[in-house]
């Protein structure tokens, strides 16, 4: 069965530090990866997503993430964070091409020191 | 606004009461997406529609919950006889048919069985 893992629960930084948060996932297949942020009162929202192609992928408000297939990682960075990018990130998988469900991880928290 | 809209957005009922919530999703997606969150986790699949079909049901549906899509628009989801542990965030997601599946999700309704 697929299973996504989020290493760090809680992550808390000061404004302009970088930022990786873990990602690691359990399927055998190809897979769609995604990376999904809940601000607070808000409701989810894609920050970015890989199909195929580059693994290095670029998303909104300067995320990006890497894929590394041998690893099964797609970790999520930013070189510099901002206080607004205080929220919950949330990553996720599907099966390359289905339909059916999202399976996401635990959520990691992001709280960012002014 | 064209997203996918849920109602209501929050539910308070006593335990042993029917609850109903509804999902809007967004109007060209015919693929419907159905999910429970609770604190601290990741939201969790539990059904999935493509048009009025139901094709896929996650083992957290026990046979209290039940969801309808009638003519392939909106969808209901049902959860007779509450119980405390179904206190949570339900989150309705949509997608269009075809190649990936990038699911675009609600603000969720809460709901709080006390």
């Known amino acids: 069965a697929q299973s996504v893992s989020q290493h760090n629960h809680h992550v808390i930084l000061s404004e302009a530090a970088s930022l990786e948060l873990g990602c690691n996932y359990s399927?055998?297949?190809?897979?769609?990866l995604f990376w999904y942020v809940q601000y607070p009162g808000q409701h989810l929202q894609l920050l970015l997503k890989?199909?195929?192609?580059?693994?290095l992928v670029k998303g909104i408000k300067g995320f990006e993430a890497e894929f590394i297939k041998s690893k099964f990682s797609f970790n999520l960075r930013k070189p510099s964070v901002q206080w607004s990018d205080t929220a919950e990130y949330f990553c996720?998988?599907?099966?390359?091409?289905?339909?059916?469900?999202?399976?996401f991880g635990s959520g990691t928290r992001l709280s960012i020191r002014p | 606004d064209t997203g996918v809209s849920q109602n209501p957005r929050h539910k308070i009922t006593k335990r042993g009461q029917n609850v109903t919530f509804r999902c809007d999703p967004i109007?060209?997606?015919?693929?419907l997406y159905w999910y429970r969150q609770t604190l601290g986790q990741g939201p969790e699949f539990l059904t999935y529609?493509?048009?009025?079909?139901?094709?896929?049901k996650s083992r957290l549906l026990s046979d209290r919950f039940s969801a309808e899509r009638p003519k392939g628009s909106f969808s209901t989801l049902e959860i007779q006889r509450t119980e405390q542990g179904d206190s949570a965030m339900y989150l309705c997601?949509?997608?269009?048919?075809?190649?990936?599946?990038?699911?675009?999700f609600g603000p969720g309704t809460r709901l709080t069985v006390l």
């Open positions: 997601a949509s997608s269009l048919d075809g190649g990936v599946n990038e699911q675009f």
């Open positions: 399927y055998g297949g190809t897979v769609n």
């Open positions: 890989y199909f195929s192609g580059d693994p």
């Open positions: 996720a998988v599907n099966e390359y091409s289905s339909a059916s469900k999202i399976i």
């Open positions: 109007s060209e997606h015919n693929r």
């Open positions: 529609f493509q048009n009025e079909a139901q094709l896929e």
